[in-house]
């Protein structure tokens, strides 16, 4: 059976391929190598996403958020401010230490990003094995599986740190923040699925 994509899938998919050719001009421009295995990661999950549309029935908003998520990690590497890039803004000073600030960019992508993945497997836990529906279950898996998904992200960070010198991807206390951060926007994520459930 031959599956056509929508206008709108069409859309989203031009959206997300401009902006990644955008960045990857700019990224190899400004040397910054480092980012090219982020894009690398994102033509991989495109193309995913792309081969699964006629099985998976992702629904509009799902594929913008996922375009946005995109689009949130592409200019947080790419895009500078002041000495930094939009990765290091400070947000609001909610934890300010020597250590560790809260909340930052990088911090609010995480958690958007884990949410919109947690939204993602739901969805896709549902359509599959209707009978979960409306389950604890279609709950704590999709939760649990984004934050695996999120260990992932960073075991790609650490490749990337492996392989270019000089990454602006942090240490130990970024590594964990992000974990916490993920596993945040996962829950939440689930709990407002939950909420509009009952």
């Not at 894009?39 to 792309?50: P, S």
């Not at 947000?91 to 300010?96: E, G, M, V």
């Amino acid at each position: 059976m031959s599956f056509a994509p929508t206008r709108n899938e069409l859309g989203v998919a031009a959206f997300t391929l401009g902006y990644i050719v955008l960045f990857t001009i700019w990224f190899l421009s400004i040397g910054n190598y480092e980012f090219i295995i982020y894009v690398v990661t994102m033509l991989a999950l495109v193309l995913l996403v792309g081969a699964s549309l006629g099985k998976a029935a992702y629904p509009p908003s799902m594929l913008w958020a996922l375009s946005f998520w995109g689009l949130a990690h592409m200019a947080g590497g790419g895009v500078p401010v002041g000495d930094a890039v939009l990765y290091n803004l400070e947000l609001i000073p909610l934890i300010s230490t020597d250590r560790l600030f809260i909340l930052k960019y990088d911090q609010l992508v995480h958690a958007y990003g884990f949410a919109i993945a947690a939204w993602v497997l739901h969805h896709l836990l549902v359509r599959h094995f209707p009978a979960t529906r409306g389950t604890c279950t279609a709950l704590v898996y999709p939760a649990l599986a984004s934050m695996g998904l999120g260990a992932v992200n960073e075991i790609i960070e650490f490749s990337a740190v492996l392989a270019v010198p000089d990454t602006n991807v942090g240490g130990y206390i970024n590594t964990a923040l992000d974990l916490c951060f993920n596993a945040l926007g996962a829950c939440i994520a689930v709990a407002f699925i939950g909420f509009r459930r009952d």
